[in-house]
């Protein structure tokens, strides 16, 4: 059974040789060369070793030398005179006058801001009742009970829309919230240098 499967094999062969001769040719030398030298009886493999793997190559990304302390320190609580990771206490911390909060020192009161955004929700709503969705051409006043208009400066008034709301106002919602600016309009032309430092 053995010698003729050999022989099957040396007939595929040959057909093969003869097919590929036909098609392109007689082939080069260097690869009948080639071809003569990996029918040469194969080695028996060696075992597998990670230096055939990488031969005289390094690895990339591996750490050549240990973090000294000082460094491991650093990454871990930061640079007192740069970056300092740790909490520290707050000295900056200041009580709002308003609320009795407390807030840090160079920035709003935050009670006293979610109040404020809280009030101007509720004056929105009433513009949006009163008003409607179009475009506010014209400024728009607010009422609380018990306000009127000042009788001074009628001609000021005249055009702008009223909203009326209908509880006090707060004693912490100042008018000057609602004036887009303590000076009186000027009449004046003249324009003001800027940038002269």
Partial sequence: MFPRFIQVVQHLKNLERSILLSLFGHPPKELALAVSVNQQPKPTPKPFSIHDLIGDGFLLAVPKFRRTVEKRLNRKFGWPEYVWKPFVPKTNLKTCHECGHHHEQGRLCGNCYKNIGKETKEIQGEILKKLGNGPIEQDVIVLYEGETLPDQQKEFWNGKR???????????????????????????TDVKPTDLA
């Fill in 162 to 188: 009223i909203v009326e709301m209908k509880k006090e106002r707060p004693q912490w919602f100042s008018k000057n919230l609602l004036q887009k600016s303590t000076q009186q309009p000027s009449k004046s």
